[in-house]
């Protein structure tokens, strides 16, 4: 217990008295950051007029919020940044000690229309959807919904319904949950390369008109051989946490968004994040435009039509999901973070072991972050063909994110160079502003 206690003050976890029931902690939530805990439709016609009331009366977080000269430095930084990395645009938020002290937008969301990014534009995120993923995995774990050796394949496993009977290797039936979590279940890229990312090669092989979905690719994979047996082996895996999506719907009996969107985000306060859409035109109110620069940037579009698109628009993000399908803004990606940092400052989501037990695994690879450690910085990025994002935690009580809507040759660069930028910027600082712009907040 004194060890278990010594790792907690090592992380700054803050550690709740038992009495705190869960409808206290959410009654505490609501007063805190007032806003309702839903936006669905049946939440909105219970508020009534008071609702649209209530959201006439949000202010909008704008550049100008940030406008102040503690963060001038910064300003020139980023637009610097921007412009050595051939970035359209992007979006970059500060955590410090638990507040939002900084949001801030540079260069366009359109290009061509010229319209400026604001803390309010929402970005495509990558693979920092797993990092959402594995919370909710750990959520569901916690309210004892979930076991992390349960099986995933089989007649006694998780996902055992008519899309997953056709298993050609019994190696699948030893995947189990944190198998997922972690990257070993066995699969890999050498076999035929990331199945997210191949939506006409799967058309054509499983005889499909248009865009290959979820259920299709999953049939794919469990007609072919597994590489390795089950956690023998890392090898990062898209699909695998696409699979962890469909087991938070198997057990909790709503759709993956669903659940997230109403178990771990609205208690936040969280109202606008979503799955995003494949087609251009479909993007949500306040979406950006993304723009991939390589050299090789189009590709034969995935509904089979024969025209060439970008490469941004050239796969199948609605399949992808829950490994890389949310988009958000990045305030609302800082109000995430600082429920799941494990520091004192705000609430958590998740309880002091399960934060602790994302961090520390029998592999020592994380569940959901790229990188974490006990008394290390831990951070997570996401990176597609026009999108490129990183969150980062540091011990220290300061975190940051930033997300992008352009991907370059210059994208490899991209993670090493923003943090040495944000690094030596904020060591600069010496004082830091007491406002937190948490309190300013938008809907759509």
């Not at 919904?145 to 056709?166: A, P």
């Not at 939506?199 to 979905?213: K, W, Y």
């Not at 004192?344 to 592999?363: F, G, W, Y």
């Amino acid at each position: 217990m004194q060890k278990f206690l010594e790792k907690l003050t090592s992380l700054r976890l803050k550690i709740p008295s038992r009495t705190y029931s869960f409808a206290a902690t959410s009654f505490f939530f609501f007063l805190y950051l007032g806003v309702p805990f839903s936006i669905s439709d049946s939440g909105q016609v219970a508020w009534g007029n008071g609702y649209n009331d209530y959201v006439r009366s949000v202010e909008l977080l704008t550049n100008e919020h940030s406008d102040t000269a503690d963060f001038s430095r910064i300003d020139k930084a980023m637009q610097t940044f921007l412009q050595r990395q051939r970035i359209v645009g992007a979006s970059l938020g500060i955590v410090k000690e638990g507040k939002l002290i900084y949001a801030k937008g540079f260069g366009y969301a359109d290009q061509e229309t010229e319209e400026a990014v604001q803390p309010y534009h929402m970005f495509r995120i990558g693979s920092v959807s797993k990092l959402i993923t594995a919370v909710a995995v750990m959520k569901l774990r916690e309210d004892g919904r979930l076991q992390m050796d349960e099986k995933i394949f089989g007649k006694e496993g998780i996902l055992n319904t008519e899309v997953y009977q056709g298993i050609r290797d019994k190696k699948h039936y030893g995947i189990t949950v944190e198998h997922l979590l972690n990257h070993t279940g066995g699969w890999s890229k050498r076999s035929f390369g990331d199945p997210l990312f191949i939506p006409l090669r799967i058309a054509d092989a499983m005889d499909t008109e248009g865009v290959p979905d979820l259920d299709t690719i999953i049939k794919f994979i469990l007609s072919k051989n597994l590489p390795y047996r089950p956690g023998t082996r890392y090898d990062y895996s898209n699909f695998g946490y696409c699979l962890l999506g469909r087991v938070i719907e198997a057990k909790s009996g709503m759709s993956y968004e669903e659940y997230v969107r109403t178990e771990i985000l609205a208690p936040l306060g969280i109202t606008n994040m979503r799955l995003a859409k494949n087609r251009p035109e479909d993007r949500f109110e306040n979406e950006v435009s993304y723009y991939d620069l390589t050299s090789n940037n189009v590709r034969p579009d995935m509904y089979g039509t024969g025209e060439l698109v970008s490469n941004a628009y050239s796969f199948n993000i609605e399949a992808l999901s829950a490994a890389g399908g949310w988009v958000a803004t990045a305030s609302d990606l800082m109000k995430f973070l600082v429920a799941v940092d494990g520091f004192k400052d705000s609430p958590d989501i998740l309880s002091n072991e399960s934060l602790l037990n994302m961090i520390e695994t029998k592999t020592g690879r994380p569940y959901g972050w790229r990188s974490a450690q006990v008394g290390s910085t831990w951070w997570r990025t996401g990176t597609l063909a026009g999108t490129s994002a990183l969150v980062k935690r540091h011990q220290d009580g300061t975190s940051w994110v930033i997300l992008a809507n352009t991907s370059n040759h210059r994208s490899r660069y991209f993670t090493g160079r923003i943090s040495y930028v944000m690094q030596k910027e904020l060591n600069q600082l010496t004082t830091w502003p007491e406002r937190d712009l948490f309190e300013v907040s938008y809907y759509q």
